[in-house]
């Protein structure tokens, strides 16, 4: 699904309306190529939870999702942090369900 529609920008400027267009192409593009990674991500994450089980290991692996909440709160800030329990979550699903 594609985004096509224009909003407005907030300003009257033609100049800078155009700009701001342009931008909001290149964010509406950024964001197909985050949605399409994350998608990867959860399948790969699938994919290994399913083999570490079927080879007798456990569910999760705490010290791996230690290291990814560490990685995105060092690199993004207090926000990484939701970023990555969503992405965790996307790719093993709810913990306890």
Same mark, same amino acid.
């Given at each position: 699904?594609?985004?096509?529609?224009?909003?407005? !920008? $907030?300003?009257?400027?033609?100049?800078?309306?155009?700009?701001?267009?342009?931008?909001?192409?290149?964010? *509406? /593009? @950024?964001?197909?190529?985050?949605?399409?990674?994350?998608?990867r991500r959860s399948e790969i994450s699938?994919?290994?939870?399913?083999?570490?089980?079927? !080879? $007798?290991?456990?569910?999760?692996?705490?010290?791996?999702?230690?290291?990814?909440?560490?990685?995105?709160? *060092? /690199? @993004?800030?207090?926000?990484?942090?939701?970023?990555?329990?969503?992405?965790?979550?996307?790719?093993?699903?709810?913990?306890?369900?």
């Amino acid at each position: 699904m594609t985004n096509d529609m224009e909003f407005s !920008s $907030g300003t009257d400027d033609p100049l800078s309306d155009a700009q701001i267009q342009d931008y909001r192409k290149e964010i *509406n /593009e @950024l964001d197909r190529t985050i949605i399409e990674a994350v998608q990867r991500r959860s399948e790969i994450s699938k994919l290994i939870g399913r083999t570490r089980t079927a !080879s $007798g290991g456990t569910k999760l692996v705490y010290s791996r999702e230690t290291a990814i909440l560490n990685q995105f709160r *060092n /690199e @993004l800030g207090p926000e990484g942090i939701a970023i990555a329990n969503s992405l965790l979550q996307l790719g093993r699903g709810r913990l306890g369900a």
